[in-house]
């Protein structure tokens, strides 16, 4: 079903229990609004457990102040009321206190989202609102005058507090939040690896140049081959959603059906609300008629040619590999024999090769050497199947994990050479 059909209290239950199931909030803390046609504020109430919420809990204010509902509305109800009036263009706000945005929160600064051209795209320049008391006309005053300031922003750090995030509607408005949130835990992993490397004006162009589509074709019946790989490239992308190797905006899945037939994941659709109707068929280089690949498919489909072997491909933002992507620490698989066996050695591809034609990166990503890291831009990993690919992007996540927990002990003691050869004569399958 439509996200923008459901009602403004039922959109309002589903992204609180997103925000909740992904430990964006606490059970106290963080608070939704939606602002709908008749200028009713429709708002998540004080004091109830945001881990179990119901429609009926939902407050609605009416423009002339008065309330309709079973709770008190939130607390910090007068701050959603001075942005709206701000900001116009703002139909929807998101308020919580994620741990990565606290930290920057406390510290006083404002993630800079110029590391990966979705986190630039989605939530663009932040603001930062000076402390006041929750639920005062002061906060509402401080933050409404950011949201109104020169830059804009949509979304806004609040000093020793928490963030808010503003957009047309709650979909979008939970899509930046999600991707802020993801850039300040990218951003604190990155920082703690080394310098951060940030994106151009110029290279942040590079993402909205003009794309060229295959040309259309009248779908066929699909063959049981077909089938199975549709059900399985939605289970893999859904549970990579959940593990948080993908937001909802980022992230491509693609497999190979026969020699010219390919299954990729669609442009611009919720990956966690993925089903199989909406994978793209591509054969022949003609894609189902009505329906667009994402992005990611010019990339997709020069490694599936170069590369016979390839059944599958993912594009991924998992949040510790990507940090990674971010600094110019190298990420070193020689930890434990399950990382290098399924990783090898794995490369960075720099960030203008991206877009600088689509042979480069076939040519740097293969059997031999399946994973690579994309700078700025996530991570890329191939597969001989569907499960083979997702089951070494986990592995890379894990890996970077590790090395980025094993900080605070000291050193990391690589394998050496000579255990690395003994490993590979003893698994010759993988190597
Ligand atoms: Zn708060």
Known sequence: ??????????????????????????????????????????????????????????????????????????SEFPFHLSIYKARPDIGAIVHAHPCALVSFSICGQAPNTRIFPESWNVCGKIGFAPYAVPGTQQLGANIAAEFASKDQPSCVVLQNHGVVVGAADLDQAFKRFETLEFTAETLLNAGSLGSIRYLSDEQLAFSHQPRTLPPETAPQPATSREKELRKAICDFVHRAYAHRLMTSTKGSFSARVDADTFLFTPYNIDRRELSIGDLVLIRNGHRAAGQTPSRAYTIHSAIYNAHPEINAVVNALPVHASAFCASDARLDTRTIPESYLFLKDVHTIPFDLQYAGTEGIASLIGPKNPVALLENNGVLVAGLTVLDAFDRLEVLEATASAILRSQSLGQVHAMSDAVIQELMEAFPSMA
Not at 9 to 36: E, F, P
Not at 38 to 61: E, F, H, Y
């Open 1 to 74: 079903m439509p996200f923008s059909l459901l009602h403004p209290r039922d959109q309002i239950v589903t992204i609180m229990a997103r925000i909740y199931g992904h430990d964006m909030t606490t059970t106290s803390g963080g608070n939704i609004s939606v602002l709908d046609e008749n200028g009713d504020m429709w708002i998540t109430p004080a004091r109830v457990d945001k881990g179990s919420l119901s429609p009926q809990d939902i407050v609605c204010v009416a423009p002339d102040g008065s309330v309709k509902g079973n709770h008190p509305p939130s």
